[in-house]
């Protein structure tokens, strides 16, 4: 029986990918924030798609994180 302990990274270390899935998931909520916020005072035809895709791709801000980690953290 194979000891999984071993095979996964020690607590309370970031590699460098780990930084670069921070550094995107911050920034696509910061403009998703200003999809959202363009979203009140946008054109009169782009309101709704605005206020939707940056709603959207906020949210999706928090799930790259969990995505990136289901992937490289696989046994």
């Known amino acids: 029986m194979s000891n999984i302990a ?6 309370n270390s970031a590699s460098f990918a780990d930084v670069i ?20 005072y946008g054109a009169t035809g782009t309101q709704f798609w605005l206020f939707w895709a940056g ?6 801000a928090f ?3 969990m995505i990136y980690h289901w992937v490289s953290d696989r046994p």
Do not use: H
């Open 55 to 60: 709603l959207l791709s906020a949210c999706f």
């Open 21 to 40: 899935v921070f550094i995107f998931s911050l920034a696509l909520f910061v403009f998703g924030l200003y999809l959202f916020g363009a979203g009140f």
């Open 6 to 11: 071993t095979t996964k990274r020690t607590r």
């Open 63 to 65: 799930i790259v994180p």
